[in-house]
C-alpha cells in the first residue's frame, strides 16, 4: 500500500496521515539498539564486565530514554497532522507479492510508551544498583533488564503486528529469565515457568489473529490490516478481535489467564516493578488500543474486552484485600488497575484516550509502591509477610512518604495522578445507552471504593498501628541509589496526572484513536464525582479502624468462604489443575503406556518371536550325522506322501 493512499485513509477516518521520519525521529532506531547493544555486550562479555556491566547497562537505558525525550520534543513541535512518523529498516519477509518491512512506527501513542518504559525503566536500574548490590549475578541481572526494555520498546515501535510480535515473544523471555532469575530456589523457576506457559496460551490468540490478518487483508501492517477493516466481514473482524483479546489477557493477567501475575512476584522487586507494574502486564491495553480500527468495527469483540475487564477489575480487588504477602497484594492491586485499563479500552473512542492516560500514571504509582516493598523487604531482612510489620513510619521515613503518596494516588485522592485517570475511566463507563452504563459504571465506581480499603489495608498494616515485629530486627532505611528513584516516582504519582489533564494528554492521542462527539454519562458528572469521592472515604476508614486502630493479629483469621476464596486467588491454580494439569499428565502417562507397552511391547515381542524360533529350530542342529539323515529320511517319506495325496 502506498503511503498516498494510507495517507488518505487515515485522512478519512479524522485520524492525522503517517509521513516519513525525518531529522531526530529517524534517529528512532536507537532507542532498542541502545539497550539490545548492554544487554549482548553484558551476556557475552561474561565475567569480564562484571565491574562496569551494571554502570553500563543503566547508562544506556538513560540514553534510550534521551533519544525518546528529543523525538517527544520533535513531535510536541510538529502540527498534529504530522505527528505519526515511520522509519524503514529492511526488507524483512519478501516472499513473492507479500514483502513486509521490518520498521518502526513513532506516533503520539508509541512516543508515550517509550518515554514510560525508558524513564521508569531507567529508575528501576538506578535502583537496582543497590538492591542487587551484593548479588554475585548482578551483571546478569543487568543484561536481562536491558534485555527487557529493547523488546518493550521494539514492541511498541513496530509497524506491523508481525513486528509487534517480535517485542511480544522477546517481553516474555525476559520476564521469564527475570522471574527465575533466582531459580536455584525451585518455587523460583517454577513460578518462571508458569508466567511463560500462561503467555503462550495468549500467543496463541496473537498468532491465530496474524494468520487470519494475512489471509483476509494480504498483509499484517497495521496500516494495511486498517485499510482492510473497511471491506471486512463483522464476523470475520470479531473473530480477529476475539483472538487479540485472547493474546492481550496472557500478556495483561486478565480473566481467565491471570493465575501467573502472583507467583511471579518470586523475582527480584525491580522486576515486580519494571514488568507486573509499569510496562509488560500493559502490552494488552496497547494492542487493543492500538488495534482500534479493528475493535469499533466489531462491537461484539469490544464488549468482550469490556466484560473482561470489569471482571478482572473486582477479582483482583477482592483478591488484594486478602492477601497478607506484600508483593502478591501488590499484584493484585495491579491486575485490578489493568482491568479498569482493559475496560476502558472497550468502551471504545470514548474510552482509549483514558485507557492510556491511567496506564502512565499507574506506571509512575505503581511502580513506586513495588520500589518502596522491596525498601520494607530490605529493612526487614527479606520478609514481606505484612503481619510481621507496623510502626515503620518512625524507621523508614523515606519509603513511608514516597509509599504514601503512591497510596494516596492509586485511591483517587483528589487532585493526585489516580484521581485525574481513574475517576475518568468511571466517568466513562457510565456514558452508554441501555444496562452498560448502568451495570459497568457501577461496577468500576464500587471497586474504587475496594481499591481504597485494601491499599489502606496494606499501607496501615505496614507502616502504622502497633509494632509487630521482633527485638532482634533492626528496620532502617534504605540507601540513596533506591530512595532517590523512589522519591522522584512519588512525585510523578502526585503530579503527573494533573499536568498530563492540563496539557490535554487525551487530546494528543487523537490523531492516533480519533476523537469523539460530546458524549454524557447516564448520571451528572458531579454526582459520579462525589459518590467516587465517599465510596473511596468509606473504605479508608474502615481499613483504619480494622488494621490501624484495632490490634492486628499475627496470624491470619480463618475469614469468610470468600476471604478464604481470595487467599487462593479463587481457586484459578486448582480449576487449572482440574482442567489442564490433571488431564495433560494423565494423557502423557496414557500415551507413555502405549508407547512402553502398544509400540515398544510390539517391536519387541516380535523380537522376542523370532528368538524363540530361531532357538528352537538351532537345537535341530546338533552335529550328528545319523540325526541328519533321519531328517532327510522324513523329508523325503514326507514329499512321497503329499504326492500320492494329489494324484
Known sequence: MTLLSTSALLAAEGVAPVVEATDVASWGWLLVALPLLGAALLLVGGRRTDSFGPGLATLLSWGSFAVGLMIFLQMLGADPEQRSMTKDLWHWVPAGG???????????????????????????????LGYMEHDPDKRRFFAYLNLFVAAMLTLVLGNSYLMLFVGWEGVGLASYLLIGFWNWNPPYASAANKAFIANRVGDVGMIVAMMAMFAAFGTVSFAGVNEGVQHASPALLTFIGLALLLAACGKSAQFPLQSWLGDAMAGPTPVSALIHAATMVTAGVYLVVRSHAIFDAAPDARLAVTIVGAVTLTMGAIIGCAKDDIKKALAASTMSQIGYMMLAAGLGPVGYAFAIFHLLTHGFFKAGMFLGAGSVMHGMGDRVDMRTFGHLSGKMPTTWLTFGAGWLAIIGFPFLSGFWSKDKIIEAA????????????????????????YMSRLFFMTFHGRRRWLAEDHPHESPATMTVPMIILAIGSVALG???????????????????????????????????QLLMVIGVAVAWMRYWRDEVPAVAPRGSVLTRAARRDFYQDDVNDGLFVRPGNGLVHGLRSVDEHGVDGGVLGLGEVVEATSNGVRKLQNGFVRSYALTMLAGVVTILLALWVVQ
Open 498 to 532: 494533573f499536568v498530563l489533564n492540563f496539557l490535554g494528554f487525551t487530546h494528543w492521542l487523537e490523531p492516533v484513536v480519533g476523537g469523539h462527539g460530546e458524549e454524557h454519562p447516564v448520571l451528572p458528572v458531579l454526582a459520579i464525582t462525589l459518590l467516587t
Open 98 to 128: 507479500f514483502d513486509l518491512r521490518a520498521g518502526m512506527l513513532l506516533d503520539p501513542l508509541s512516543i508515550a510508551f517509550v518515554l514510560l518504559v525508558t524513564f521508569v525503566g531507567s529508575l528501576i536500574h538506578v535502583y537496582s
Open 430 to 453: 457510565f456514558i452508554g445507552d441501555g444496562w452498560r452504563p448502568w451495570v459497568f459504571g457501577s461496577v468500576t465506581m464500587l471497586v474504587a471504593g475496594l481499591t481504597a480499603f
